[in-house]
């Protein structure tokens, strides 16, 4: 264990990133600088750095500003294996990975009552409804942190996906909001989220979104032949990133964060990259206007923290990366293809092996679907609870030696394969194994985790919904930009792997707070 808090303590090398810390001050540490009133922490869902780097030259707004004023590392990492939405903004708010968070995807199979759990569903004790909320987190959280050591300090999340707002705004938020598309914000989370709020936020939001359009004359020579016919439309996506930061900024102005002596968090979740890069593909040229798009939105959003005066501490990130579609990834000569019938055929060949009249296999998002989440499989009964014993035990076995056997298929583990902690190591040569115990917790995840061939789609193709994924365990997924920016801050760019779970313990240090949590990432020296 190490505890993060004398400068002396704070300089701690890459290998021993994996290793437990303790944030807390030393007993003979020295004042530090006053922290910032404000932290905005941003999250574009599915930025990967692939993403990142490729649309850099076009950038001249916000993520221009970011990039040429930050502390830039364009190779941070997810470390863990299953790279979805709820397990990164889990992980990259609580400094955790998810074997300890708990948030090990966006759903998972409960084999002992037989249903789906959603990662920010509330258990029945909660009373909460459908209100996404924090209740499935085993970890605490940056603003979580910042309320312990100050409860006049705010919290606030607001994102398009409900259980990414849940995450970023953990247990003790001030506000919790998802956009659903309709035209309306919803409150999540505590109580405090009042109907007034949310009646703001859909003033602020205001407009209607803006339907599908022609691509720009800088972004015509990304129009591939039949892209229409492969992605099919999604007009009512491509503004909700602006109406999410119009309701951010109204938090800022109502609330009036960052401007009465006690810092405050403001965590914003942008999900339109990743709903365009599902449905169109990463280097379209409908990503080339989210692009352009997200530049000028992020550069406004800037200029109205400082034309408000506020000193913020501003940091950029993603969950997760990207793949392109396999058509595109073909087409370059890389082997790439869609999973079509792989969980059918499996289900049939059980049930013909052990002679089973149900289907003895399901997936995170129950029974087989072409939505089901593929990567991890439970063995259940006709009830469609755990298998009884000792069929289940055969059934794995058999479905495991199957799956390896497969083309599409790398490699696939037994739940005991993942049980023990990974040894600490860079984030850049852990080992697909560790890579995929990092995701794996006990009680929630598959019987099985399987990983794919690379640049595998983990769906079947369903053009104008999804046709290209993320969820992997390979650098395409994992690599993702992250940007610290504030005013008192070189510019820098630093090439070296860091990790997710830093960023947490990195925006604890430099808000002084002295706290006793355990955590996986460690402080990077970026205001040092």
Request: aromatic share 6%.
């Amino acid at each position: 264990m190490r505890r993060i808090g004398s400068k002396g303590r704070r300089r701690l090398a890459a290998a021993s990133a994996l290793a437990l810390s303790l944030i807390g001050a030393a007993a003979q540490a020295e004042t530090s600088r006053p922290g910032p009133p404000l932290v905005v922490f941003i999250s574009v869902d599915a930025f990967g750095s692939d993403l990142f780097n490729h649309w850099r030259p076009y950038f001249t707004g916000g993520l221009a500003r970011l990039a040429n004023e930050g502390v830039v590392y364009p190779n941070a990492y997810a470390a863990h294996g299953v790279t979805e939405t709820c397990a990164g903004h889990a992980t990259m708010i609580t400094g955790v990975y998810p074997r300890r968070h708990g948030i090990t995807a966006n759903s998972w199979y409960d084999t002992a009552a037989g249903e789906v759990i959603g990662c920010a569903s509330a258990p029945a004790s909660e009373e909460a409804g459908d209100r996404a909320g924090p209740w499935r987190l085993a970890a605490s959280t940056l603003g979580d942190w910042m309320k312990e050591a100050d409860p006049a300090s705010r919290v606030f999340s607001i994102s398009g996906k409900h259980y990414a707002a849940a995450m970023m705004g953990g247990h003790r938020a001030d506000g919790v909001f998802s956009y659903d598309l309709r035209g309306d914000f919803a409150a999540g989370g505590g109580d405090s989220a009042e109907p007034a709020v949310v009646e703001a936020l859909n003033r602020a939001a205001g407009r209607p979104l803006r339907p599908a359009r022609s691509p720009s004359p800088r972004c015509q020579a990304h129009v591939r032949p039949g892209e229409e016919t492969l992605g099919g439309e999604l007009p009512d996506i491509t503004d909700l990133d602006a109406v999410t930061l119009e309701g951010a900024w109204s938090l800022v102005e109502d609330h009036q964060l960052g401007r009465d002596g006690s810092p405050d968090l403001l965590a914003i979740s942008l999900s339109a990259t990743d709903a365009i890069g599902h449905v169109f593909g990463a280097s379209s040229w409908r990503m080339c206007e989210q692009m352009l798009d997200l530049d000028r939105m992020l550069g406004a959003f800037l200029d109205r923290l400082e034309a408000a005066e506020l000193q913020a501490a501003v940091v950029l990130t993603a969950d997760h990366g990207q793949s392109d579609t396999p058509e595109v990834l073909a087409a370059q000569g890389y082997p790439a293809t869609y999973i079509t019938t792989i969980l059918t055929d499996l289900n049939s060949e059980m049930r013909r092996r052990f002679n089973l009249d149900h289907p003895p296999v399901v997936t995170g998002t129950g029974p087989l679907s072409p939505q089901g989440d593929a990567i991890q499989l439970y063995a259940v009964g006709p009830d469609e609870r755990a298998l009884a014993e000792p069929l289940r035990t055969q059934v794995l076995a058999a479905a495991l030696d199957w799956l390896k056997a497969r083309p599409e298929v790398r490699t696939a583990f037994a739940a005991n394969e993942l049980a023990s902690p990974p040894a600490p190591d860079v984030p850049d040569e852990i080992s697909i194994l560790d890579r995929m115990a990092l995701s794996h917790a006990p009680a929630r995840s598959g019987d099985i985790m399987v990983v794919y061939q690379p640049y595998t789609t983990m769906l079947a193709a369903m053009p104008g919904r999804i046709v290209a994924s993320h969820g992997s365990p390979y650098d395409y997924d994992r690599r993702i930009p992250l940007i610290f920016w504030s005013s008192d801050l070189s510019p820098e760019h630093r090439h070296l792997p860091v990790n997710q779970v830093d960023v947490a313990p990195t925006l604890a240090d430099r808000l002084n707070l002295s706290i006793d949590t355990v955590v996986d990432g460690r402080v990077l020296p970026v205001w040092h």
